[in-house]
């Protein structure tokens, strides 16, 4: 097992790389070229930037019972598929029980940014949410 993290835009990198390291269980940080990631003891891999370039490369990179930490359902759904298990960064663990209306809710969105209509952006994170993330990727690691 290894914890897989989809860094572009994540705000727990380095909680992720700790808790890891606390279990002596190897982390790995996936980032494109226009983020720069640079923490001891952690491989860190680095590709162009593209749409989804960082997804597929981590996807192809997965192995069943690995740990993927990200912000992206469809990411999330696909390494569900493949015998990971996944948690968002609010320490939300991504499900075949609630992948559906997530994905659901993703698609409902787009359709509404693309008819000209505007969404709320996330809220500013929380110590509680970093809280709730840790406790969530504890009990996982614990399981394996």
Do not use: W
């Amino acid at each position: 097992m290894r914890v897989l993290i989809d860094a572009d835009g994540c705000p727990v990198v380095r909680l992720c790389v700790r808790i890891a390291r606390e279990y002596g269980i190897e982390s790995i940080i996936f980032c494109d070229s226009a983020h720069e990631f640079c923490i001891e003891g952690t491989k860190t891999v680095t590709v162009s930037t593209g749409a989804d370039s960082v997804d597929f490369y981590l996807v192809n990179q997965l192995a069943p019972g690995d740990v993927v930490v990200t912000q992206d359902y469809g990411l999330a759904a696909i390494c569900l598929g493949k015998g990971a298990r996944a948690l968002s960064q609010s320490g939300m663990e991504y499900t075949k029980d609630n992948m559906d209306a997530l994905l659901f809710s993703r698609y409902s969105a787009k359709k509404a940014r693309m008819a000209g209509e505007r969404l709320r952006g996330p809220k500013k994170r929380s110590s509680a949410e970093d809280a709730a993330f840790e406790a969530a990727l504890r009990k996982m690691l614990c399981k394996q």
